[in-house]
């Protein structure tokens, strides 16, 4: 993975498809392109907390779209709701040719204790 860009509530992060790595179709592996996703969320919510605050996914819905046979994926990500330490985000996974192949939503939750100022 590679992160393209992250600030104020927003994330891009990009990935190859490997062959090698391919499920047994010849399809990019439906796992991978939901952990780009993830991780992309993940970043987009770690712009709007203070540094070093701990959080982890403790929910996660991904809706396949389409296939991938090669090229690069790209996940953009944004923040769209907070309740509590609860934060919720969204992503969608492109294709190289800019076509939806993932729909991704996840919940996050910011650990009871950090070492800073409480979130």
Known sequence: MKIERVSEGEAVLTMPFFEEYAQGAGLMHGGALTALADTAVAMAIKSVLPEGTHFGTIALESRFLSAVRQGWVTAQA??????GRDLVGHATVFDDQQQPVIEFESRFRVARRQNHQSV
Do not use: D, K, M
Not at 78 to 83: H, L
């Open 78 to 83: 944004n923040v769209i709701s907070r309740e």
